[in-house]
């Protein structure tokens, strides 16, 4: 009951932000990113995004290290390097954007962001002459200004992966390793900028219990999967919970 009134949350905002993130857990685990994306359009219906992102740089980190197991050997280092020169770059900026935008325009914004990458994603193009250095340091630092402002930095950087003709089994495992460095260098960041309180915390720790069930869950149908249905899938639900989210948006104006 303390950590209820500490958590400042009624049970059914409690139970509903649980169920959140045991489904983007399983979305995760299953396809290495849409944990924010998942988190953000629903647990948005229920705080300010200036209030959720903290608390998902918190899982975010948590996650990341629960899938390790799974992931490890699949990571391209050189890669994830050349990302985190540019989220370390953009992410700052994000983080500032973040404390000056109406919380309705900042989820607008997000779900508009995540349609636009979706919807090219599906449209499967691929380019493997923009796998260069500095089209790298670029896809990070618009990752780290989307990261920094809504923690939906994972689309553009899986986007650039699957137009290069990247793996999946590698766009998953440099995905994770990538945003637990980042978001720890976000969160750190976010302690700085007043936007991580005790409260942030308190809301956060329970919810970590939850992951690893979510990402075994995740993983045992990735392996069982095909290519394309996975990321298919994943794609779909993103679209949908966005919408949703525009539609929720219109709705307060």
């Not at 990458?117 to 896809?139: D, E, R």
């Not at 995740?218 to 999967?225: A, R, Y």
Request: overall charge positive; hydrophobic content about 60%.
């Amino acid at each position: 009951m303390n950590l209820l009134i500490l958590s400042e949350l009624s049970i059914f905002e409690i139970l509903l932000i649980i169920f959140t993130v045991f489904i983007a857990s399983i979305i995760r685990g299953f396809n290495g990113f849409g944990f924010s994306a998942t988190c953000i359009s629903l647990i948005s219906f229920i705080l300010p995004a200036i209030e959720i992102v903290p608390i998902i740089l918190i899982l975010e980190i948590s996650v990341s290290i629960f899938m390790a197991p799974y992931i490890w050997s699949n990571i391209n280092w050189k890669f994830v390097f050349h990302i985190l020169v540019g989220i370390s770059i953009g992410s700052p900026i994000g983080l500032f954007l973040l404390q000056f935008l109406s919380p309705n325009i900042v989820h607008l914004s997000i779900c508009l962001i995540v349609i636009f990458f979706v919807i090219l994603q599906l449209q499967g193009y691929s380019n493997k002459k923009i796998n260069t250095i500095p089209v790298k340091i670029l896809a990070g630092g618009l990752s780290g200004i989307i990261n920094g402002l809504g923690t939906l930095g994972g689309m553009p950087i899986s986007l650039f992966l699957l137009i290069t003709r990247a793996p999946p089994i590698v766009i998953r495992g440099s995905l994770a390793a990538i945003f637990f460095i980042a978001d720890a260098y976000v969160l750190n960041l976010s302690f700085f900028s007043n936007i991580v309180d005790a409260k942030v915390f308190y809301r956060a720790l329970p919810l970590i219990l939850i992951l690893p069930i979510g990402v075994f869950i995740g993983n045992k149908l990735f392996v069982k999967s095909r290519e394309e249905t996975y990321r298919k899938f994943v794609f779909y639900f993103l679209i949908v919970i966005s919408i949703i989210g525009i539609f929720k948006v219109i709705n307060n104006f």
